[in-house]
């Protein structure tokens, strides 16, 4: 199975600021990986996929970039409701794989 | 706008069988476009991709979990299901059915809200 390594694990941030977050995929998997943002008791939510694509109605301050093995995500300008923990996903191969999470807390 | 909605017992006895059923509205499910699929999370842990079926009936599994998971579809009902035999303490997971995108293993661009299942005595 693939691995996903994400990093941070957890980040604290401000509102207004920029923040990347990274995943590293354990072999090559070209474009094929998917950014999703989780809040407490609810399912994931897609933002990214296909590495750099915004899924349909995400605000535009999501953005993610990468291929083969190291992904980031970026937020280039904090929101209140951007607190959350995000996951990236690999779709290159059975089984898909996901990053251990990283969680983005207010400062 | 699609809607998936997971059903099932909330608990479940260790050594026995869990069994989800996940209902789609606003949809149809024959499309080869998608794949319909299951994936878990255990309490304040990450998310575990279980497999994934096409509405034709071919399923894909993660290996680990092969000898214990069935997948199935009925296009007619406009459900599929998930059932996990001999299920342990570490099985304990809040399960989510998901709407994949193009593979067996793409992207979820659909989730049902989760039900949280307890294998416990």
């Known amino acids: 199975d693939i691995q996903m390594t994400q990093s941070p694990s957890s980040l604290s941030a401000s509102v207004r600021d920029r923040v990347s977050i990274t995943c590293r995929a354990s072999q090559s998997i070209s474009s094929f990986l998917n950014w999703y943002q989780q809040k407490p008791g609810k399912a994931p939510k897609l933002l990214i996929y296909a590495a750099s694509s915004l899924q349909s109605g995400v605000p535009s301050r999501f953005s993610g970039s990468g291929s083969g093995t190291d992904f980031t995500l970026t937020i280039s300008s904090l929101q209140p409701e951007d607190f959350a923990t995000y996951y990236c996903q690999q779709s290159y191969s059975t089984p898909s794989t996901f990053g251990q999470g990283t969680n983005l807390e207010i400062k | 706008q699609l809607q998936l909605r997971e059903s099932g017992p909330g608990l479940v006895k260790p050594s026995e069988t869990l069994s989800l059923t996940c209902t789609i509205s606003?949809?149809?499910?024959?499309?080869?476009?998608?794949?319909w699929g299951w994936i878990r999370q255990p309490p304040g842990k990450g998310l575990e991709w279980i497999g994934s079926?096409?509405?034709?009936?071919?399923?894909y599994y993660k290996s680990s979990l092969q000898s214990r998971v069935t997948i199935s579809v009925d296009t007619s009902k406009t459900l599929f299901s998930l059932d996990l035999i001999s299920v342990t303490a570490a099985d304990t997971a809040i399960y989510y059915c998901?709407?994949?995108?193009?593979?067996?293993?793409?992207?979820?661009?659909?989730w049902g809200q989760g039900t949280l299942v307890t294998v416990s005595s």
């Open positions: 079926i096409s509405y034709t009936g071919s399923t």
């Open positions: 998901a709407r994949l995108v193009d593979t067996s293993m793409g992207r979820v661009d659909y």
């Open positions: 606003g949809d149809s499910i024959s499309s080869y476009d998608y794949y």
